[in-house]
Each structure stands twice: as C-alpha cells, then as structure tokens.
T-cell receptor, first 114, second 113 residues
C-alpha cells in the first residue's frame, strides 16, 4: 500500500492568484498523478509526473495553467495559476507502484476560488 | 475516448439489504477496472481491482464482476450496513495509455439504519 498526504486540505483563494498543492508519499514511486474533481463531476486526469522528466499533460490541460514539479520519488507539487471560479474543485494526487496495480489516492485538496 | 457510466446515480436502501451497483464502459480494450469508495471530504479508497483477464474479485462482503465483451462491471454489496454509505466510483484503466484511468460519475449510496 501507499500512504499519501496532501497540503493544504482546503483553501479559499481570490481570483487571479495562484495556489501550490503538495503531495507527499510514504515510499518511493515512479509515477504520480494529479486529478481534478469538479463539483458533481467525475475525476479527470490533469497530468502524470515522473521524477526527472517533464510532466505529461492530458488534453485540455496546459503547463502554464497547471505547472507541476517532481523533485524526487516521494514528492510532487501542482500549482493552479491565475485562478478563476471555474478552478474550484477537489484536486487529488495518486500513485501506483506498477502499471496495472492498485491506485492509491491522497485525501484531496478542496479549492474554492471567489 | 473511453466513456464510463454508472447507474444509478443515487441509491438508498435499508440496512441489511443486498445491492448491486453498475458500471458500463464504451471501449472493451481495457487493462483493468477498479472500484473505489469516496467518503465526504476524503480521498478515494480502493475496494477491488480486476485485471482484464479476470472475471471477478471478492473482498469480504464485496464482489466485483467484469464482462469486457459487453463493457460492464458490477459491484455487489452483501448485507449492507450504514457504514457502507459513501460514493462508489468505477475506474477503467485503458490498455494503450499506460496508467490512465477513466472514472465514472459515481453512485451515491445511503444505507438507512
């Protein structure tokens, strides 16, 4: 298994500002994933973060809006830049140990943009 | 692109009932399928993982089945308890996209004491 923590757990931000979300895993993993869950919606993958390389973004998500860092095998950050109310969502970090393995999720960061 | 649908969107049952949650997906070329539980204000907890070569998985009172050819999976919960109240999400791992999972919109389950 994997234990994942996220900071902050929730935040209320003003339009136009940026927020950086941290994800910490209790053991080394190759791939980390960032998801967004908008109100009443399903989870959507934002990007995949591998240590030592640029993150891979899914269609509809760009690096300028959601820059990601992956400085080591246990940590990643996601920044939500120049926020608007449409960015109000739960942002979740997840990992798996190998392709096809169980995915483990952090508790999520609930973001509200005013 | 894979589309994942869950029916019903919400379900309310009395304690002790057996129940079935449904998940359907449009592309049968899947790598695996995973059922999660999401509690309010919390992350997702993995319940069962079924590889594409498997037909079912069981854990305690939970049983998940997979029929790839028809694009369907079911999650069976036996003898439901109030603690089972949560949102249940189905996620399909695609064969060609590495670790990409496509999620359904979930079924919100309430078990009434």
């Amino acid at each position: 298994s994997a234990v994942i923590s996220q900071k902050p757990s929730r935040d209320i931000c003003q339009r136009g500002t940026s927020l950086t979300i941290q994800c910490q895993v209790d053991s080394q993993v190759t791939m980390m994933f960032w998801y967004r869950q908008q109100p009443g919606q399903s989870l959507t993958l934002i990007a995949t973060a591998n240590q030592g390389s640029e993150a891979t973004y899914e269609s509809g998500f760009v690096i300028d809006k959601f820059p990601i860092s992956r400085p080591n095998l246990t940590f990643s950050t996601l920044t939500v830049s120049n926020m608007s109310p449409e960015d109000s969502s739960i942002y979740l970090c997840s990992v798996d140990r190998d392709r096809g393995d169980t995915q483990y999720f952090g508790p999520g960061t609930r973001l509200t943009v005013l | 692109k894979q589309e994942v649908t869950q029916i019903p969107a919400a379900l309310s049952v009395p304690e002790g009932e057996n129940l079935v949650l449904n998940c359907s997906f449009t592309d049968s070329a899947i790598y695996n399928l995973q059922w999660f539980r999401q509690d309010p204000g919390k992350g997702l907890t993995s319940l069962l993982l079924i590889q594409s070569s498997q037909r079912e998985q069981t854990s305690g009172r939970l049983n998940a089945s997979l029929d790839k050819s028809s694009g369907r999976s079911t999650l069976y919960i036996a003898a439901s308890q109030p603690g089972d109240s949560a949102t249940y999400l189905c996620a399909v791992g695609e064969a060609d996209t590495g670790n990409q999972f496509y999620f359904g919109t979930g079924t919100s389950l309430t078990v009434i004491p």
